[in-house]
T-cell receptor, first 113, second 111 residues
């Protein structure tokens, strides 16, 4: 069981470039999440998917899009990267109910120049 | 406005002693809380949870206390071990699949 996997681990982009962060889980979880973590701040929710086929905005959705490709995979897309999107991005998943423990991937460190 | 606050950015404790990490929240509607531990270059891992119907939950060396009237929770680690050195986040369930995380406290356990 790999749990939650994320690719890539590191990425450097120039302003205006686009990229997609990939996330997959093998725990048969229904819900998946994308967070960003910035220095001096807690994890902030970007988007979440309560179940396959649904996505909703979190606290900081501007500049991002998501796709719940199937039950296992949830991707995060930056269409036109900005320096303010330099951050560490974490994907997470949880089983069933909305209060269920969230299990996190190892993170993607993104730098936008 | 930070709804979940961890006012101590760092804490150092001797091995074998108690570590106490604190977390304050502002919204009395929060009724479920989690603590996560995070090592460098890894994702957060779940440690322990508490529901507002309890004031204490224990799991081995880890105990979480909840004081609803003070809107305060604390994580106690007894005895502290060098492997406990990590950043600890508290999180409050705010509804509709959303957790609000604190800014974290970096714990260093000195051998």
């Amino acid at each position: 069981n790999a749990g939650v996997t994320q690719t890539p681990k590191f990425q450097v982009l120039k302003t205006g470039q686009s990229m997609t962060l990939q996330c997959a889980q093998d725990m048969n979880h229904n819900s998946m999440y994308w967070y960003r973590q910035d220095p001096g701040m807690g994890l902030r929710l970007i988007y979440y998917s309560a179940s396959e086929g649904t996505t909703d905005k979190g606290e900081v959705p501007n500049g991002y899009n998501v796709s719940r490709l199937n039950k296992r995979e949830f991707s995060l897309r930056l269409e036109s990267a900005a320096p303010s999107q330099t951050s560490v991005y974490f994907c997470a998943s949880s089983a069933q109910t909305s209060t269920d423990t969230q299990y996190f991937g190892p993170g993607t460190r993104l730098t936008v120049l | 406005d930070q709804q979940v606050k961890q006012n101590s950015p760092s804490l150092s404790v001797q091995e074998g002693r108690i570590s106490i990490l604190n977390c304050d929240y502002t919204n009395s509607m929060f009724d479920y809380f989690l603590w996560y531990k995070k090592y460098p270059a890894e994702g957060p891992t779940f440690l322990i949870s508490i529901s507002s119907i309890k004031d204490k939950n224990e799991d081995g060396r880890f105990t979480v206390f909840l004081n609803k009237s003070a809107k305060h929770l604390s994580l106690h680690i007894v005895p502290s071990q060098p492997g406990d050195s990590a950043v600890y986040f508290c999180a409050a369930y705010s509804g509709t699949y959303k957790y609000i995380f604190g800014t974290g406290t970096r714990l260093k356990v000195l051998a």
